[in-house]
Nanobody, 120 residues
Framework: QLVESGGGSVQAGGSLTLACEFS???????MGWFRQAPGKEREGVAA???????SYADSVKGRFTISQDNAKNTLYLQMNSLKPEDSAMYYC??????????????????WGQGTQVTVS
């Protein structure tokens, strides 16, 4: 099970930290954050591998940071310098396939319900 939290409304230039609590070791390897705005396809934002290596979409590099605390069973997404175009429903994902691209939604088998981020 994946449960996101931390979304909300913020002004441009502000910051938010999203959290995704997961249960069980099944979810802890190769996790990612995705987002979907109305009328748009779901897109990869950031991903983290079991060795700690990370991947980011070009649009968020330098502004967003993904991290994982396995002791707390929580995945985080620190979002700084937010822009209106960052507004979307943000989803946590887990269970990436062995050869799957880290930022492609099709590679993940488990999804949370999402948390809304609105930047004005």
């Amino acid at each position: 099970q994946l449960v996101e939290s931390g979304g909300g409304s913020v002004q441009a230039g502000g910051s938010l930290t999203l959290a995704c609590e997961f249960s069980g070791s099944t979810y802890s390897n190769c996790m990612g954050w995705f987002r979907q705005a109305p009328g748009k396809e779901r897109e990869g934002v950031a991903a983290i591998d079991s060795d700690g290596s990370t991947s980011y979409a070009d649009s968020v590099k330098g502004r967003f940071t993904i991290s994982q605390d396995n002791a707390k069973n929580t995945l985080y997404l620190q979002m700084n310098s937010l822009k209106p175009e960052d507004s979307a429903m943000y989803y946590c994902a887990a269970g990436r396939g062995v050869d799957a691209h880290p930022l492609r939604p099709s590679g993940y088998g488990y999804w949370g319900q999402g948390t809304q981020v609105t930047v004005s």
